[in-house]
């Protein structure tokens, strides 16, 4: 399986973006299925509550509360991939280990490596000082 972080994912979305063509060529040729870590879900929806939220306007909310329908929309035909207790497992062995890169990216990392799959992501610098993790930039490589 393949897994998309949150730079790739709306990349995906976003049939407006020059990468877009691309990415989805690329995921086509991969022939595999291709799913989402919740904590990428949890990233998109946090975004959008939060816009809705700093909007004072009544009318101005429009825009934002349109696009979380059409990421709920969007979501509900992904294959998503759990926090499970092996990836929570695996996240605190991480933490032992003194790996040091964001919790959310972490979190990412684990489920991506308990559900053996390759991540997606043009965070490689970080998701790199992670062992075993497959992971891969398709959008800048």
């Not at 690329?26 to 509550?49: C, F, K, M, T």
């Not at 816009?51 to 101005?60: F, M």
């Not at 429009?62 to 759990?82: G, K, M």
């Amino acid at each position: 399986m393949i897994l998309l972080d949150t730079d790739h994912f709306s990349v995906l979305v976003d049939g407006r973006h020059s990468l877009h063509k691309r990415l989805v060529k690329r995921l086509d040729d991969a022939n595999d299925d291709v799913g989402l870590p919740v904590v990428s879900i949890e990233e998109q929806l946090r975004a959008w509550l939060a816009q809705i939220h700093r909007t004072r306007s009544l009318a101005k909310q429009v825009v934002p509360y349109t696009r979380l329908v059409r990421l709920i929309h969007t979501l509900s035909t992904w294959e998503i991939a759990s926090w499970t207790e092996d990836a929570a497992d695996t996240f605190a062995q991480f933490r032992r280990q003194r790996i040091r890169i964001g919790s959310q990216d972490l979190k990412i990392a684990a489920i991506a490596l308990t559900h053996d799959s390759l991540l997606l992501s043009a965070n490689l610098r970080d998701f790199q000082q992670v062992p075993g993790l497959q992971v891969e930039d398709w959008l800048y490589t």
